[in-house]
């Protein structure tokens, strides 16, 4: 059996879920009788609580145009949709209406925070 590099161990720690990292320290543990330190133990555990504490997919709803310039929330409508500017303005014009739907708590928070830059009023539900 070949040798791995540190670096080929460290790439390969990257592509692991959390799940797989715990199964890992157990299984390294078992192995050679040994106790992984509590803070390293510790991270990976509160790291999969806090992602199941909220929800895995969420919608980005604009629910109106707010302070903003109806052009600048147009222009980012149709950056985070793909739309055309036509297709992009018919959905502004219908708010309340969801933007995205089924994305990710963070990708939705960073469409929120383009869109509430334009100056339109977003909301994640």
């Known amino acids: 059996m070949a040798k791995l590099t540190n670096e080929e161990i460290i790439a390969s720690l990257k592509e692991m879920s959390v799940l797989e990292l715990n199964e890992l320290v157990k299984a390294v543990e078992a192995e050679f009788g040994v106790t992984a330190a509590t803070a390293v133990a510790a991270a990976p555990v509160e790291e999969e609580e806090a992602v199941q504490a909220g929800p895995s997919e969420v919608s980005l709803f604009l629910k109106g145009l707010g302070t903003g310039s109806k052009v600048a929330i147009i222009k980012a409508v ?46 994640i539900k």
Do not use: R, Y
């Open 78 to 123: 149709q950056g985070i949709t793909g739309l055309g500017l036509m297709d992009a303005k018919k959905l502004v014009d219908a708010a309340p209406v969801a933007i995205k739907e089924k994305i990710s708590p963070v990708e939705a928070e960073g469409h929120k925070k383009t869109l509430v830059d334009a100056g339109a009023e977003v909301e």
